[in-house]
């Protein structure tokens, strides 16, 4: 089965800055022919939703990352992104990319630490 990779967290002070990124193991997973997510689970916590894309581009956010926060995607390079601003300590999270649906295996994540 297809395996996405997320990318891109580290450690950032508040206020900074990141950029995920999310690839599919296969070429044949067209990321961008599918609506995709982004989801973020804290230490704790249950996994929960932080951003969404779909046919045309429509996009939603989570009303904790709204206005902070950007999904988008590369058609050529077959990636999903998520610009983080503004980033805050309540943001850190470990960063996961799948469908919208939840269809895919969940892969590792990538670490986001919104610290001084």
């Known amino acids: 089965q297809v395996q996405l990779v997320e990318s891109g967290g580290g450690l950032v002070q508040p206020g900074g800055s990141l950029r995920l990124s999310c690839t599919a193991s296969?070429?044949?997973?067209?990321?961008?022919?599918?609506?995709m997510g982004w989801f973020r689970q804290a230490r704790g916590n249950e996994r929960e939703f932080v951003a969404g894309v779909r046919a045309g581009g429509y996009s939603n956010y989570a009303d904790s990352v709204k206005g902070r926060f950007t999904i988008s995607r590369d058609t050529a390079k077959n990636t999903m992104y998520l610009q983080m601003n503004s980033l805050k300590p309540e943001d850190t999270a470990t960063y996961y990319c799948n469908t919208i649906s939840r269809s895919v295996n969940w892969g590792q994540g990538t670490q986001v630490t919104v610290s001084s």
């Open positions: 296969e070429s044949g997973f067209r990321i961008n022919a599918i609506a």
